[in-house]
């Protein structure tokens, strides 16, 4: 649960992107639809706010073992999200990673345009909502009144890195997204604190070892304990309260950067009037189409009567949800059933023929 | 089965029979205690199902391994007696256990 990615940057716009369908959520079940849309025919694109794919898979438990994939005995989370990527490939899927969809509107046509925070636009026939647990965002430390310094003192990444020229930095943490930006912003800022619960790092040893430098050499102060509280005025912090194990310290800082890892946030989903029951998108158990005609939801993140959140139910709603999408994408054809073992039609696109 | 009871910030208590093998988080989570969101479901990744061991305990609970530990960055107000709840067996030698749910689990 890194945040290094905040590093990486966002993809650039280039133009929108006009297709059959688009997948929200790169996790097993929108890698799978990729798998059952493209037997139709049907190309996807996928959107998600992570730099890589495998959602909960790659991010929350890439080492853990699986052990009800059906035909995989055993199968860790990233193991999973490799062998999808192999047997969508041939789909060539096209991926928009660190993005999130910020706005889904539909057309006069009855296509839905979208458009994600990085400035990506789409139009699309079919929108597959397959987010499983929600968008991943950066954890908000519950210090009171935190929500007044957000975007003006405290931030959860660093976009432009000369913003934080010249200010007096305190970055909380003990991963790596935390000592990297130690390393990084040491050099431009006034002065830089690093906070950490304990003197003992998760971080890579190379960059442990380069800050225990600075540390040494004076260019950077290092505090074990933990922030309790913000203080200043109209969103300027100008201190923060350290709790440490021998008592409390007052520390100057005006920014803060605080990195506790990433969550699960149902995100804008939530606006695009999806009649959400307790969080979830309902559904039918028939097409798994949401109360809006050709938004589909998969996943996690649908609900209906007796849903289990598995992930081979996902992909089970993923086949029965592309039956429907053919209907949407090629209105005049008729869809002939047809099993991999024996269609040479389906073997060819798969390109083992 | 073995007692366990979890405090709330604000003082009440509920006591549950947990099974033996089953982990506190598990055993909270059946009972619906609240405070325990337990968000990854048992892998030690997420941090959200932090309690603190009454000081009584902590000997037969034990210490946290090196990967809870880390994952204990991600807790808020983490203290000498914290633990994940997801990393604590259930036996019948923790009948009696006393934790208490955090303020906040982020």
Redesign the interface.
Known sequence: MTMSETHSSQAAPTGTVETDVVIIGAGPCGLFAVFELGLLDIKSHVIDILPKVGGQCSELYPEKPIYDIPGLPIVTGQGLTDRLMEQIQPFEPEFHLNQQVNTLTRLDDGRFSLSTDAGQDFITKVVVVAAGGGSFTPKRPPLPGIEDYEGTSVFYSVRKMEDFRGKDILIVGGGDSALDWVLSLQPIANSLTLVHRRDDFRAAPHSVEQMRQLVSEGKVELKIGQITQLNGDNGQMVSANLKKKDGEEVLEANTMLPFFGLTMKLGPIADWGLNLHENLIPVDTEKFESSEKGIFAIGDINSYPGKLKLILSGFHEAALMSQRVHHYVYPDKKLLFQYTTSSSNLQKKLGVR | MAKITFIQPDGTSQDVEAKPGATVMESAKLNNIPGIEA??GG?C????CHVYVDSAWRDKVGKPEAME??M???A???REESRLSCQIKVTDELDGLIVRVP??Q?
């Open positions: 968000e990854c892998a990744a997420c941090a959200t530990e880390d204990l960055d991600f808020f107000d983490v303020e906040k982020f």
